[in-house]
């Protein structure tokens, strides 16, 4: 086939040049991506953050296809050429299986996005299944177990699923593009140039060190500034608390749903179809959330104003040993009006930048090797004081969600707010006060 070309703000141009690539693009199941944001709430906090899964697979698999014209030229006794179209079309459909809103919707409705990329791949009735069928009878089930992580060869598993893979390395450049985050820009060019394969993966040369370092760097720095932000995680809890009112009265009111958010029952009843799961997109509900705005149940209407024109929770910082007592702060809120089961939520963020491999967890990551002059492989905290320094610790916080209204002074509750706001200092709750300051 010619070669076709998508023209791409992070990586110039996106190349397919095979048949196969390019149908699955066309698919309808990939289609889809392009109605589902990449960034899910971040887009209230980072305005330019509207992109979409679709660009980001895109951009996965650009990398990935340069990366196999590296190793087809330079390391062809160590990689397998027969392997490429595996690579690209796991690349390009790690991601396919996203919902909408798809990291809270999964907390809430149990789905997880890696198993159904996993049903859709594998799946007769989706096209994507049929187009890979062509390749040879095995080929769905064989991408299938990329995402999967039990493919036998360790080169496109890590490739595709690693602590430095072809999934990070773009969505990293993408987000920090479309929200203006500087910070998590990295030299893609120079990882490219000293990537490399190794009998059980992928392995980095040591004179790129700095490279890989910077991009560890930029992943803890995108987290802890973009990813985390407490505004970001407002509206996720908004959306959280909306979603959870919707299914708690959904009993009730099931005409009401029927009429209003139809491709939601499937979802409330606990009866999935692939069908019924890719019927739902951002757009969709968004469109079910405007609607709500209007519902004779007066949190449902609430949460759906306060989500849709972004009016968004407060927050305050705590640490474990103080969590028994936000129960004082959730009585103030029920006392001024708001049900505490829908208008507060703790949300906790943590990650892990780096690791090393430690096989007695449950999900071992598999660590970054770097390759010596010699020839020797050694791992990448051991040659980086940086990367030492972030390998193996957890960073984030714990957070609690309520109303900005409690933090403001009104008449009638003027009693409940003074009280409320006198457990936060400097945006941090101080626990339950001891007889003596109560004194």
């Known amino acids: 086939m010619n070669e076709k070309v998508f023209r791409d703000p992070v990586h110039d141009y996106v190349h397919v040049d095979h048949p196969i690539i390019y149908q699955l693009i066309n698919s309808k199941e990939f289609q889809r991506l392009r ?13 330019g953050g509207e992109h979409s899964r679709f660009s980001h697979c895109l951009g996965a698999y650009e990398i990935s296809r340069r990366i196999l014209s590296i190793f087809e030229v330079k390391y062809a006794d160590q990689w397998n050429s027969d392997e490429n179209l595996l690579t690209m079309a796991a690349a390009l ?62 080169q496109v598993v890590q490739l595709i699923s690693s602590q ?9 450049l993408r987000d920090a ?9 990295f030299d893609l060019t120079r990882i490219l140039r000293v990537i490399r394969p190794i009998e059980n993966g992928i392995a980095f040369q040591q004179n790129g060190m700095h490279a890989v370092e910077d991009y560890v760097v930029s992943r803890y720095q995108m987290y802890m500034q973009v990813y985390f932000h407490p505004a970001t995680r407002a509206m996720e ?16 009111q099931k005409e009401y749903f029927q009429l209003t958010s139809p491709r939601l029952i499937p979802f409330f009843e606990e009866e999935v179809t692939i069908q019924d799961y890719l019927n739902l997109d951002d757009g969709v509900m968004n469109t079910y959330f405007q609607v709500w705005m209007e519902s004779p149940d007066t949190i449902l209407s ?10 968004v929770f407060k927050s305050i910082l705590f640490t474990e040993d103080k969590r028994k007592d936000l129960a004082i702060l959730k009585e103030l809120i029920n006392e001024v009006g708001f049900n505490p089961t829908y208008y507060t939520a703790i949300h906790q963020n943590f990650d892990l930048p780096y690791d090393i491999y430690r096989p007695e967890l449950e999900k071992p990551r598999t660590q970054i090797e770097m390759i010596r002059k010699d020839g020797h492989l050694a791992e990448l905290s051991q040659l980086s004081p940086l990367v030492a320094a972030l390998a193996g610790t957890r960073y984030g916080d714990n957070r ?8 403001l002074a009104t008449d009638l509750f003027s009693k409940q707010v003074e009280e409320f706001t006198s457990y936060i200092s400097n945006d941090y709750f101080t626990g339950k006060k001891d007889s003596k300051e109560q004194l």
């Open 35 to 47: 109605r589902i944001k990449q960034l899910g709430t971040s887009g209230f906090t980072f305005h």
């Open 177 to 185: 593009y479309f929200t203006g985050a500087s910070y998590g820009k």
């Open 164 to 172: 430095i893979d072809v999934d990070r390395m773009d969505y990293l």
């Open 237 to 252: 809890v908004l959306l959280q608390n909306l979603l959870k009112r919707a299914r708690t009265i959904y009993p009730d």
């Open 400 to 407: 609690f969600y309520f109303p900005k209204e409690m933090l």
């Open 93 to 154: 459909l790690h991601d396919i299986g996203h919902g909408a809103y798809s990291h809270t919707f999964e907390g809430l409705f149990g789905t997880d996005h890696e198993k159904m990329t996993q049903l859709i791949i594998t799946s007769p009735e989706t096209e994507v299944n049929q187009i890979l069928i062509q390749v040879a009878p095995d080929f769905p089930n064989r991408v299938a177990s990329v995402i999967d992580h039990t493919y036998p060869n360790k």
């Open 302 to 311: 609430d949460l759906a104003q306060r989500y849709i024109n972004r009016k």
